[in-house]
Antibody
Framework: QVQLVQSGPELKKPGASLKVSCKGV????????LHWVRQAPGQGLEWIGW????????KYAQNFQGWVAMTRDLSISTVYMEVISLRADDTAVYFCARGPRIMGGSTGLDPWGRGTVVAVSS | EIVLTQSPATLSVSPGERATLSCRAS??????LAWYQQKPGQAPRLLIF???GRATGIPARFSGSGSGTDFTLTISSLEPDDFAVYYC???????????FGQGTKVEVK
C-alpha cells in the first residue's frame, strides 16, 4: 500500500527553524516527485514546492524562495523540508504529497501524508 | 503566476441534487488541472486528474470537464459523504509550478 508517513507535531518559537520529514512507503521512491503543501488554520491549501528525489532538484513557490529548503535521504526513502526564521503566521498543517512520475505523469497529487501540525508561538 | 478562482465560495445543496463547481484560470493551463476533496481534520483526496480523469476509487458520480481557462467539477447526485470543501489545482509547464484555488465549500441546504 502506497503511503507517506510524516513526522510528529512541532511547537516552535518565532525566529526558530523547523525540519519536517516525509517517508515514502510501498512504491519506488525515486520514480515520483514529492510535493509540500501547507494549510493555515481555517484557510485554504498553499503549494510550497517539490523535490525530485532522484536528482535532488527542487522548485519552490515564489512566496517561499529563500526560506524553505527541501532535501532527501535516499537510504531511508525520506524527504525533508526545512523552514527558517519562523513567524507566527507559519502556524499551519504541513502536508507532503506524491506528485507525478518523474519521467512524465498526470497533474494530481496522490496520496497525501496525514500532515504535520506546526505551531509557532512565543 | 497563474491565479485560480473558484466559484461559488459556498454551495448549498440538498442530498440527491446535482452540484456544479467552477474553477477559472487567469491564463490557459491546457488540461493540467486537478480537483481535490477535503473534509475537516483530514488530508485532501485527489478526485480528478488532468481535468477529467477520475482517480482510483473515486465514484462515477464525480466528473470533471474543461480545458484552457474554464473547468467544472460535477457531482451528479450528492450523497451525505460528499459535503466537504473542494479545491482545484493547476500545474504550469513541466514539472513546473503549481497553485490551488481558494476552495468551494459544499454544504447541506
Amino acid at each position: 500500500q502506497v503511503q507517506l508517513v510524516q513526522s510528529g507535531p512541532e511547537l516552535k518559537k518565532p525566529g526558530a527553524s523547523l525540519k519536517v520529514s516525509c517517508k515514502g512507503v510501498g512504491y519506488i521512491f525515486t520514480d515520483y516527485f514529492l510535493h509540500w503543501v501547507r494549510q493555515a488554520p481555517g484557510q485554504g491549501l498553499e503549494w510550497i514546492g517539490w523535490i525530485n528525489p532522484q536528482s535532488g532538484d527542487t522548485k519552490y513557490a515564489q512566496n517561499f524562495q529563500g526560506w524553505v529548503a527541501m532535501t532527501r535521504d535516499l537510504s531511508i526513502s525520506t524527504v525533508y523540508m526545512e523552514v527558517i526564521s519562523l513567524r507566527a503566521d507559519d502556524t499551519a498543517v504541513y502536508f507532503c504529497a506524491r506528485g507525478p512520475r518523474i519521467m512524465g505523469g498526470s497533474t494530481g497529487l496522490d496520496p497525501w501524508g496525514r500532515g504535520t501540525v506546526v505551531a509557532v508561538s512565543s | 503566476e497563474i491565479v485560480l478562482t473558484q466559484s461559488p465560495a459556498t454551495l448549498s445543496v440538498s442530498p440527491g441534487e446535482r452540484a456544479t463547481l467552477s474553477c477559472r484560470a487567469s491564463q490557459s493551463v491546457g488540461r493540467n488541472l486537478a480537483w481535490y476533496q477535503q473534509k475537516p481534520g483530514q488530508a485532501p483526496r485527489l478526485l480528478i486528474f488532468d481535468a477529467s480523469g477520475r482517480a482510483t476509487g473515486i465514484p462515477a458520480r464525480f466528473s470533471g470537464s474543461g480545458s484552457g481557462t474554464d473547468f467544472t467539477l460535477t457531482i451528479s447526485s450528492l450523497e451525505p459523504d460528499d459535503f466537504a470543501v473542494y479545491y482545484c489545482q493547476q500545474r504550469t509547464n513541466w514539472p513546473g509550478t503549481w497553485t490551488f484555488g481558494q476552495g468551494t465549500k459544499v454544504e447541506v441546504k
